[in-house]
């Protein structure tokens, strides 16, 4: 099945720099990649997200790229800011044809910025 | 609503207990998922509804764990003779069909005590 590795657990940016997070996953089958900013007491929050045929993705301060040959994706935020301060878990799933499209979450990483 | 919504939003069970564990799903959203998340981990899928057919169950860590959506909107989760491991927030998901775009709820924490 599915496997999805997250990269870095911690990282800690001053309000103003750049943040990327990396992911990996397994299959070749996965054609969603959908990335979850969750606070402290909420549910996972869809931030953004990217279809395999798509190379890079933005909106506003997030950018989301993908490597389909490598099995890997990116999550980056510029300008970053307190309130950007969450858990991210990047996901992968395959909702093709009769797939039900279940997400394989990474493990999360812990963003903080420091104002 | 405007999104999903889960209750209780807390829960303490002593072990042994049942819990019944509520999703409401956005309206209209044919697929409906239940996932686990243990402190500091990412969700784990449990199981996945496509309107009222339950599709795949294959999440669900043991017999005691049982899931119904009966008229393809509501969804509850129950959980028989609860124990310590079972201790976690669990977090319910609709979306459209094959599951893009999917929004979850605040979740539901459970503490089996």
């Known amino acids: 099945g599915e496997n999805v590795e997250q990269h870095p657990s911690t990282l800690s940016v001053q309000e103003g720099d750049s943040a990327v997070i990396k992911c990996t996953y397994s299959d070749s089958a996965s054609n969603y990649f959908p990335w979850y900013k969750q606070e402290l007491g909420k549910g996972p929050q869809l931030i953004i997200d990217?279809?395999?045929?798509?190379g890079e993705k933005k909106d506003q301060r997030i950018a989301v790229t993908l490597n389909k040959t490598a099995k890997h994706f990116s999550l980056h935020i510029t300008e970053t800011q307190p309130e950007d301060s969450a858990v991210y878990f990047c996901?992968?799933?395959?909702?093709?044809?009769?797939?039900?499209?279940?997400?394989?979450f990474g493990k999360g990483t812990k963003l903080s910025v420091k104002p | 609503g405007a999104g999903v919504s889960q209750s209780p939003r807390y829960k303490v069970a002593k072990r042994g207990q049942d819990v019944a564990l509520r999703c409401d799903p956005i309206s209209g959203h044919v697929s409906l998922f239940w996932y686990q998340q243990a402190l500091g981990q990412g969700p784990e899928f449990l199981t996945y509804?496509?309107?009222?057919?339950?599709?795949?169950k294959s999440g669900l860590p043991s017999d005691r764990f049982f899931a119904e959506r009966p008229e393809g909107s509501v969804s509850t989760l129950k959980i028989q003779r609860t124990q310590q491991e079972d201790s976690a927030v669990y977090l319910c998901a609709s979306s459209s069909l094959h599951g893009t775009d999917a929004f979850f709820g605040q979740g539901t924490r459970l503490t089996v005590v």
């Open positions: 996901a992968a799933s395959s909702n093709y044809g009769g797939s039900q499209g279940n997400l394989i």
């Open positions: 509804f496509q309107n009222e057919a339950q599709l795949d």
């Open positions: 990217i279809r395999s045929n798509v």
